[in-house]
């Protein structure tokens, strides 16, 4: 079965870091563009984030370049987003995403909640 | 950026009457290739996660039910739920996926009348 799985998330103080994850299994990660999408508590969906498939290529949206980075293990079959400098605005369900294989799939999510 | 936009932003319908959302995007995604629409719609219900209902605009998910389906291309398309049921009730979002940014609607919010 193919899935994707989302860990990492948690409480952190304004200007901390976090370090999200996504497993991916039944696929093979190398292959694709992977996304990070979030969704702020009664808000809608935003991509975040995406990086191809030897991680040479990166693109991030405007609220986060600068502070976030993207990055995988193709080894690990993990997709990684690494979160610094972190604000109140950027807590929210993270997901996790892939749109190449023909049926679109995320993850469930995982919350960071950015708070004193 | 492809702007993506949704109408309604809401809409209340009697149970088992159709319920119809319209979703237009700035510019084609239609990836001519393929000949295929890149563009997702998702159901979303209060806690959970999002869930996908179509894809490349008209081809929908397994176990999604048949009352559902998508249509349109380039620009244009439409979610049509033909006969609305109690457990319908959430909130839409149509997504490209076309060219990133990857670009969501605002979201369409659906209720029983």
């Known amino acids: 079965e193919v899935q994707l799985v989302e860990s990492g998330g948690g409480l952190v103080q304004p200007g901390g870091s976090l370090r999200l994850s996504c497993a991916a299994s039944?696929?093979?990660?190398?292959?694709?563009?992977m996304h990070w999408v979030r969704q702020a508590p009664g808000k809608g969906l935003v991509w975040v984030s995406r990086?191809?498939?030897?991680?040479?290529?990166?693109n991030y949206a405007d609220s986060v370049k600068g502070r976030f980075t993207i990055s995988r293990d193709n080894a690990k079959n993990t997709l990684y987003l690494q979160m610094n400098s972190l604000r109140a605005e950027d807590t929210a369900l993270y997901y996790c995403?892939?749109?190449?294989?023909?049926?679109?799939?995320w993850g469930q999510g995982t919350l960071v909640t950015v708070s004193s | 950026d492809i702007v993506m936009t949704q109408s309604p932003d809401s809409l209340a319908v009697s149970l088992g009457e159709r319920a119809t959302i319209n979703c237009k995007s700035s510019?084609?995604?239609?990836?001519?290739?393929?000949?295929?629409?890149?563009l997702v719609w998702y159901q979303q219900k209060p806690g959970q996660p999002p869930k996908l209902l179509i894809y490349?605009?008209?081809t929908r998910e397994s176990g999604v039910p048949d009352r559902f389906s998508g249509s349109g291309s380039g620009t244009d398309f439409t979610l049509t739920i033909s006969s609305l049921q109690a457990e319908d009730v959430a909130v839409y979002y149509c997504?490209?996926?076309?060219?990133?940014?990857?670009?969501f609607g605002q979201g369409t919010k659906v209720e029983i009348k």
């Open positions: 995403a892939n749109y190449g294989l023909g049926v679109p799939l």
């Open positions: 490349w605009a008209s």
């Open positions: 510019q084609s995604v239609l990836n001519t290739s393929t000949n295929k629409n890149c």
């Open positions: 997504q490209q996926y076309y060219s990133a940014p990857l670009t």
């Open positions: 039944g696929f093979t990660i190398s292959s694709y563009w």
């Open positions: 990086i191809n498939g030897d991680g040479s290529t990166t």
